[in-house]
Structures are given as C-alpha cells and as structure tokens.
C-alpha cells in the first residue's frame, strides 16, 4: 500500500469528532477537490506492507488507541484495503473509514466495529459530477455522509441530496472548518433536525498544522 502518513491525533470531523485516533492516511487519489485540505496526500507515498502498518498500529493499540481511522487520498484505490480494514477488525479494532464517495462501496465489511464517513462532494468542489449516489443506499445506520459547504449553492445543493436519498446520519461542515455561524444558522432555519453542523476541531486546536497532528 501507499501511504502519505501515520499518526495519532483526535479526530477532527464527523460524528466521532474529538475522539483520539491512530490514523493511517492513504497516498493517491483520483478527484481534485478544489478546497482539498490534504493536497500532498493526493500523490506519492512511500510503499508499506500491511504487515509493517499493522506493527505500527498494534504499538500504540498497547498504548489505549482504540480507533484507527483510514484515510486519504482515496483509500479505495489501493488493492490492500479490504485485507488491512479486516485484519483491524478481527483484532477488536473500533475502524472509521473515510472515502470521498466517488468509487463504490459495497464491498467494505458490514461488522458493527467498522463506520463508513463519506463525502458527498458540493458543486463548489468541482467534483460533485463524480459522485457514486448508489453509496448512499449501501450505508448502514452507524455510518454517515458529509457535505463541505462553501455557499448558498452548495447549501441548497446538499438540501436537494438529502430530500431526494434521506441518509441516515448527516453532517454538514463549512470550507476551512471554522466558520460555522452562517452555516449553522441556515440549518436552524431550515429546521433541518437531521443535520448536524460540526467543524474541523483540528483546525481550531492546530491551525497553522499543514499535515497530521
């Protein structure tokens, strides 16, 4: 597998937001999110075997990290996946796994200690053209789906996905992952009751962090 890095921090969006984790981030990814925060994850990497990430995330599982999370880049698209996702879960690992949405996710475990985060990507990305909406039907009700927003478009774009697919879990959060009054106040607003507006917690404890804290 290519890896961009691996470290431990707290989890900084989504549902588990302030959770501590080992997080091991997947190099290579085929969309180009105009707002992308991990840029220098979308190539390169360096080689590892499943083998030399399991030792690492064995040393601190010793340590109390009860949460890997499997990022990117696009983890999808390395062909080791699926035996690194099951070997972390036949090991009692708790395992949030972060896709961008685009490739099919159907074949990902279905074991109660795996939650699947995945974006639905906003026309301000320039990517919303690439996403997979059959995913949508594959989550369970442990899992849910994200939506970056950057503007009334994007807004109201992500209104329309959830009316029409009715996710279980929603999380809305605002470009940058601070700037969450706007936001917020549209939901309200809305009575959107489904939605949760959360922000980017690494970016508020770490803000000048340019990779994994």
Request: net charge neutral; hydrophobic share 40%.
């Amino acid at each position: 597998m290519k890896i961009s890095e691996m470290f431990v921090s707290l989890q900084g969006e989504g549902l588990y937001i302030g959770t501590p984790m080992y997080f091991v981030r997947t190099a290579g990814c085929n969309l180009r999110c105009a707002w992308c925060d991990t840029p220098y994850a979308q190539t390169g990497g360096r080689e590892m075997s499943i083998k030399e990430i399991y030792s690492e995330i064995i040393k601190e599982g010793k340590r109390g990290i009860q949460w890997v999370c499997i990022t990117g880049g696009e983890p999808l698209l390395q062909k080791d996946i699926y035996k690194l996702l099951y070997i972390l879960l036949d090991s009692n690992f708790m395992v949030l796994f972060e896709t961008n949405g685009s490739l099919p996710i159907d074949e990902l475990p279905t074991e109660e200690n795996l939650v699947v985060s995945m974006d639905i990507k906003t026309p301000s990305s320039k990517m919303h053209d690439k996403m997979n909406f059959k995913n949508i039907e594959v989550l369970g009700p442990t899992d849910y789906v994200k939506f970056v927003i950057a503007d009334d478009r994007d807004y109201n774009y992500a209104k329309k996905i959830i009316r029409e697919y009715e996710p279980y879990n929603i999380v809305m959060q605002p470009v940058g992952g601070v700037d969450l009054k706007w936001l917020a106040e549209k939901v309200i607003q809305d009575r959107l009751g489904n939605v949760r507006v959360l922000p980017q917690l690494h970016k508020i404890i770490w803000p000048k962090a340019d990779r994994g804290r």
